[in-house]
């Protein structure tokens, strides 16, 4: 008698959670869809793209540019850089019709020669050991050079190409 009088108690609470936790996921959903409009309707005032461009240094290496090779542009995105390194490094996005290996460097400083590169688009401070930098950037379609511009990093092959579609 006491075994059906545990199990029947159980069963009672277990259809209360049950009644409990339907009724907690209705509104949940409701303001759910909620969001979801107001994402729609944010989404509609502007092209569709990447909402954030992840940018890692040297994390692949110590001179390495990890980021996406391309990715849908026209639009402002965030931008988010981080350096893993012990060494400084910074972040540079230019538009150029150079290619990506052909940039000209400064021989006084081993830098790259910005003014005959192209435009600079972005450009981050010098970054320390993880430190992070967060910016904006609107990118039309096309192609551009990530590059770090401390002297030398570019030539020890701190470089990639994005391509916007």
Same mark, same amino acid.
Do not use: W
């Given at each position: ?10 069963? #009672?609470?277990? =259809?209360?959670?049950?009644? /409990?936790? &339907?009724? &907690? ?8 869809? $909620? ?13 569709? /793209? ?8 040297? @994390? ?13 542009? @026209? /639009?402002?995105?965030? #931008?988010?850089?981080? @350096?893993?390194? =012990?060494?400084?490094? @910074?972040?540079?996005?230019?538009? $150029?019709? #150079? ?5 000209? +460097? ?27 930098? $967060? ?12 590059? /770090?511009? +401390? ?11 994005? $391509?916007?579609?």
């Amino acid at each position: 008698m006491l075994l059906k009088a545990r199990v029947l108690i159980v069963s #009672l609470l277990l =259809v209360a959670l049950m009644a /409990c936790g &339907s009724e &907690s996921t209705e509104p949940a959903e409701s303001s759910s869809s $909620t969001s979801s409009s107001e994402t729609t309707a944010v989404s509609a005032a502007q092209p569709a /793209c990447d909402a954030e461009l992840k940018v890692e240094l040297a @994390n692949d290496g110590p001179y390495a540019i990890t980021a996406p090779e391309s990715f849908q542009g @026209n /639009c402002e995105m965030t #931008l988010d850089i981080k @350096n893993y390194a =012990v060494l400084v490094h @910074n972040f540079r996005i230019l538009k $150029t019709s #150079l290619a990506l290996d052909a940039l000209p +460097i400064d021989e006084a400083t081993a830098m790259v020669d910005i003014e005959a590169a192209g435009e600079i688009l972005y450009s981050s401070g010098d970054l320390e050991q993880d430190a992070t930098e $967060t910016g904006t950037v609107s990118l039309d379609s096309g192609e551009y050079v990530l590059f /770090c511009n +401390i002297a030398g990093h570019y030539q020890l092959g701190m470089v990639k190409s994005l $391509t916007v579609n």
